[in-house]
C-alpha cells in the first residue's frame, strides 16, 4: 500500500513499498519537490512541458526500488520570457533661459532699426579687424536693453566675454580683473552701470581713456626721474635727446596697447552715469516703449512651446504691455501655465483678459502697478478709493480689479504721507 503523508512545508511526501513482488507496477506518482512559482503558474494554465531526462530517470528508479548514487535532480530550463515595455512619450527639454532668448541681432523683435544698425557696425568691425565701438544701451525696465545686449555680444563672436552686474555691487578689484581678462580684444559686458561708485568710474575711465593710467595701478609721476631731463651744459645739438626711463616707457606702451577691448554696458539711468564716463561711450542706443515688439516677443516664446495666440487678442496683450513696464516676461508665464491648466493650445481675446486680470495680479507686486497708475493719472490726485473710481480705473486701464485697487491704495498712501511730511524750517 501507499503511505502519503504531509510534512510540515506542505509538501507530500509518497513511500511506495510493493505488497507483492507479483505486483509488476502501481500508479506512479512523482516524488514532492517544491516547483518554482513559474512552473506552478504553466500547470495551473494547463501549459505542456516536456519531460526531460531527469524525469525518465526518476521513474524508472522508482520502478526499479531505487535512485542511483549519482543521480542529481535537474530543474527543466525556464524559458526567456519577452516583456514589452510600451515606449514613453518624449517630452520637450525644459529650457533654462527663460521665456525669452535673442541668438542673434536679427531676433530681436523690435519696430525700428536699432538691430540693423548695430549688426552693420559688427559688420564694419570684423571686416576692419578692429574692435567694436563702445556701446551703451539705456531704457526703460523691461524694454529689453540686456537682452539686445546679448544678442550683440554672440554677433561679435568675442573670444572672451566677461559679464559684470553692478547692482549686486562691485569694487575696483573686481573691476581691474575683469578688465585685465578682456584686454586683448574681449568684451567687458556691465549691467546697471550707473550703479558704479567713484573709484570704478575712475579705473574705467583710465580703461577706455587714452592709456594715461594703467588698469589696476597708481602712475607714480616719479617714475620719469630729476634725471631724464636733459641740462643746458650737458645739451648737445648734434645728439638726439635720450631718456634714462625708456625701458619703462615701452613697457608702459605696451601695456596700453594691450587694454584692446569693447564696453557694452545697459542702463535704466543715465543720469546717474558719470558724465566721464558717459562721454566714453562711442554709441547710445534708446530703446524705447514699443508695445508692438513686447507683444512680439510674447507671442515668439509662446510658439516655441506648441502655444497659437489669435490676432484678436493683441490689442488686449498690447495694452497691458504699453501701461505696466517690465511685465512681458511674467505675462508669457501667465500666459503658458494658464494654457496648460485649462488643457487648450490656443488663446484667444477672452481667455488672455481673463489672464491678465486673474493671474498677473498675483505675479506682479502692487507697487508695480502703482508707478503705472501715477503715470496714468497724470497728476490727478484721489483721496478716496471709492467702488465708483475703482470701477472707472478698470475699465480705463483694463488691469482688473484686485490690481486697480491695490495700486491705488498704494498711491493715495503716498500722497497722504507726502502731504504730512514736515517741512524743513530755517534757522
Not at 98 to 125: A, D, K, M, Y
Not at 399 to 413: C, D, N, P, Q, Y
Amino acid at each position: 500500500m501507499a503511505d502519503e503523508s504531509i510534512d510540515g512545508e506542505g509538501l507530500v511526501g509518497n513511500q511506495f513499498q510493493a505488497a507483492n513482488e507479483d505486483v509488476v507496477s502501481k500508479e506512479i506518482v512523482p516524488p514532492a519537490v517544491r516547483m518554482p512559482k513559474r512552473e506552478e503558474h504553466e500547470l495551473a494554465s494547463g501549459a505542456d512541458i516536456a519531460p526531460t531526462k531527469s524525469d525518465e530517470q526518476l521513474a524508472d528508479a522508482k520502478l526499479e526500488g531505487g535512485l542511483p548514487e549519482n543521480f542529481v535532480k535537474t530543474d527543466p530550463p525556464i524559458q526567456p520570457v519577452e516583456v514589452t515595455i510600451p515606449a514613453r512619450k518624449k517630452r520637450k527639454p525644459l529650457s533654462t533661459q527663460g521665456p525669452f532668448h535673442v541668438p542673434t541681432l536679427r531676433h530681436f523683435c523690435s519696430s525700428t532699426r536699432i538691430p540693423q544698425t548695430l549688426e552693420h557696425l559688427v559688420l564694419n568691425s570684423l571686416s576692419e579687424n578692429r574692435r567694436l565701438e563702445h556701446t551703451l544701451i539705456h531704457g526703460r525696465m523691461g524694454c529689453g536693453s540686456m537682452l539686445l545686449a546679448r544678442a550683440l555680444v554672440r554677433e561679435l563672436a568675442a573670444t572672451r566675454v566677461v559679464e559684470i552686474e553692478a547692482l549686486r555691487g562691485c569694487t575696483p578689484v573686481i573691476l581691474s580683473r575683469a578688465i585685465n581678462r578682456v584686454a586683448d580684444g574681449g568684451v567687458l559686458l556691465v549691467r546697471h552701470i550707473e550703479m558704479f561708485d567713484e573709484n570704478c568710474d575712475s579705473m574705467l575711465i583710465d580703461a577706455l581713456g587714452d592709456g594715461n593710467t594703467p588698469v589696476g595701478e597708481q602712475v607714480r609721476r616719479s617714475a620719469i626721474s630729476d634725471s631724464s631731463i636733459v641740462s643746458l651744459a650737458d645739451f648737445d645739438p648734434t645728439k638726439p635727446l635720450q631718456n634714462k626711463n625708456d625701458d619703462s616707457q615701452d613697457a608702459l606702451s605696451k601695456h596700453r596697447k594691450r587694454l584692446n577691448f569693447t564696453l557694452i554696458a545697459t542702463a535704466h539711468l543715465t543720469s546717474r552715469i558719470g558724465y566721464r564716463v558717459r562721454t566714453r561711450f562711442e554709441h547710445l542706443v534708446h530703446l524705447r516703449k514699443d508695445q508692438s515688439a513686447l507683444r512680439e516677443a510674447v507671442v515668439r516664446s509662446l510658439q516655441r512651446r506648441g502655444l497659437a495666440v489669435t490676432t484678436d487678442a493683441y490689442p488686449t496683450l498690447e495694452r497691458i504691455l504699453a501701461s505696466v513696464d517690465d511685465c512681458a516676461e511674467h505675462l508669457a508665464r501667465c500666459m503658458r501655465l494658464r494654457a496648460e491648466i485649462e488643457g487648450v493650445d490656443c488663446i484667444d481675446a477672452d481667455l488672455a483678459r481673463s489672464i491678465i486680470t486673474e493671474d498677473l495680479p498675483t505675479r506682479l507686486p502692487d507697487e508695480q502697478y502703482a508707478a503705472a497708475l501715477t503715470r496714468h493719472l497724470c497728476g490727478r490726485r484721489i483721496k478716496v478709493a471709492s467702488d465708483e473710481e475703482i470701477s472707472r480705473l478698470v475699465e480705463e486701464t483694463g488691469w482688473g480689479e484686485a490690481a486697480v485697487r491695490g495700486a491705488l491704495m498704494i498711491t493715495i498712501r503716498e500722497e497722504s504721507a507726502r502731504r504730512t511730511k514736515t517741512p524743513n524750517i530755517l534757522t
